[in-house]
């Protein structure tokens, strides 16, 4: 079976129009370990009219060991098979046999300069950048055949080292790709491309786990339930999710210790943490570096940061949308131990995805997707696009006889509503009833009286398996989004 790029569409756009132009092209690419940008960049390239050359950093390699692969590579790409270059002692002598092999040996095509995992080549001594800037900044942007291209699955050293470069590569990125996880719609096909044929539930119900992580769906054994496959990724010695979270924080930033706490104190709560309680939990300074953290865990797609609407409190709020995260904790590490010394029994996830448990955290679970899929929801509530989406929460003070409520998603609009959006995650048709009703009109009235709004309210409905009608449904919801609408492309 070919090697084929599975969906990544907007992604493609940006790589043919680097590839088109004109001039030379500086990408810089990121997104967490497993993501697939190395098979993307690699595929993309691979049948088109050009020179590639790509080196990959070694991990905890020397600058030997560096300089080493990255004579091969120069071999490889520019020279006959058997000719054995000197190797460089520097990463300016390198750059400097690089750019004499580009001149010399590669015609009028283009040269596709890849930098895989740039984070290993550029060590604190190793002067990797230094070399880079000078290179970039005096031979390789004149040349208009050049695309350079970076790589690095730490998304905030790309950002803070080559996107928000102070030296010598300030401005000097033309394109840049955040690389996330497969949307819904791209699971669907991925997995279909992998010959495996699985309902819409049966996928939801995988992307509540993996977050459409195509490495983690490459595992995916055909024949097999959603359950089966957990059971077989996650609660068994060699599964593949049950160490991944010890192995994951540390790849993508330093001081791991630090990013682990304030992923595991915010996903303590459901609704979301203000910045000013997370940092006396954490109990660290505040200030440029604390929120530095944040924003690098939300680059890498583990949290996303919120506002709840007209929050009158100073601050943001921070939630855990990572889905394999949220199930690591809840349910792979409480068991670790046990699973260490013994798999589990085959057939244990089915029995605890029927458990009351399950059915509380799969809509904490769910609400995350749907966070994920907002474009399909906006499209499928018929929301304008100028509408801005946020949350609400009202807790009244204690001894109070008021009743708080908690609005999961809305949509302020421009033409004088709000949409109020409910989520609800079930098996079968959801079934609104009397006492539901009754919960959703005090919930609006709430709303609008603590909002003092002005504007028409609509009520949404987000489901995972649709709703059943009832008389109660007619009345009072406007618009709904089904499982369907979140697997379609948007």
Request: glycine share 6%; net charge positive.
């Amino acid at each position: 079976m070919e090697d084929k790029i599975i969906g990544r569409i907007g992604e493609q756009k940006v790589l043919q129009k680097i590839f088109d132009s004109r001039n030379a092209e500086f990408l810089a690419i990121y997104g967490r370990r497993r993501i697939g940008k190395t098979y993307l960049i690699k595929r993309f390239f691979q049948n088109k009219s050009c020179y590639y050359f790509q080196i990959t950093g070694v991990k905890d390699g020397s600058l030997k060991d560096q300089l080493y692969e990255f004579t091969r590579a120069v071999e490889k790409t520019f020279y006959e098979s058997g000719t054995a270059l000197k190797e460089p002692e520097s990463w300016m002598q390198a750059f400097e046999v690089l750019t004499h092999s580009i001149e010399k040996y590669s015609n009028k095509d283009k040269v596709i300069l890849f930098f895989d995992e740039i984070p290993w080549l550029a060590t604190k001594r190793s002067r990797f950048l230094q070399a880079l800037d000078y290179f970039w900044n005096t031979k390789w942007s004149d040349n208009k055949r050049i695309r350079l291209i970076v790589c690095g699955s730490a998304a905030s050293w790309i950002i803070n080292n080559i996107v928000n470069n102070t030296g010598g590569l300030h401005n000097r990125i033309t394109a840049q790709i955040r690389l996330d996880p497969f949307s819904l719609y791209e699971t669907k096909i991925f997995l279909k491309y992998c010959g495996i044929s699985l309902s819409d539930k049966q996928i939801l119900s995988l992307y509540m786990i993996t977050g459409g992580v195509p490495h983690y769906l490459n595992q995916v054994e055909k024949g097999l339930s959603a359950s089966q496959v957990v059971d077989q990724l996650c609660f068994t010695k060699n599964g593949i999710l049950f160490k991944e979270f010890n192995n994951l924080i540390p790849s993508l930033f330093n001081e791991a210790e630090i990013y682990n706490e304030l992923i595991r104190v915010i996903a303590k709560q459901r609704y979301g943490i203000e910045r000013g309680e997370l940092l006396k939990q954490v109990k660290l300074a505040s200030g440029g570096r604390f929120n530095q953290r944040l924003t690098e865990l939300e680059e890498a797609g583990f949290i996303i940061k919120f506002k709840p609407y007209r929050h009158l409190k100073r601050g943001h709020y921070y939630r855990i949308i990572d889905e394999y995260t949220l199930f690591y904790l809840n349910w792979i590490e409480p068991v670790a131990d046990s699973i260490h010394h013994q798999s589990k029994p085959r057939g244990y996830w089915e029995g605890r995805s029927k458990s009351p448990a399950w059915k509380s955290w799969s809509g904490y679970a769910f609400e995350a997707v749907c966070y994920k899929h907002i474009e399909n929801i906006r499209v499928a509530l018929h929301i304008p696009v100028t509408a801005n989406f946020g949350t609400w929460r009202y807790s009244p003070l204690k001894n109070s006889k008021q009743t708080g409520a908690q609005i999961d998603l809305l949509f302020d609009r421009d033409d004088g509503i709000v949409t109020i959006c409910e989520i609800k995650y079930s098996d079968s048709p959801f079934e609104i009833d009397k006492q539901y009703a009754k919960n959703l009109l005090n919930k609006m009235e709430t709303f609008k009286k603590q909002s003092n709004i002005d504007k028409q309210l609509f009520i949404g409905m987000i489901t995972a398996s649709g709703l059943k009608p009832t008389m109660y449904s007619e009345e009072l919801i406007a618009n709904q989004a089904t499982l369907s609408d979140l697997m379609e492309r948007v």
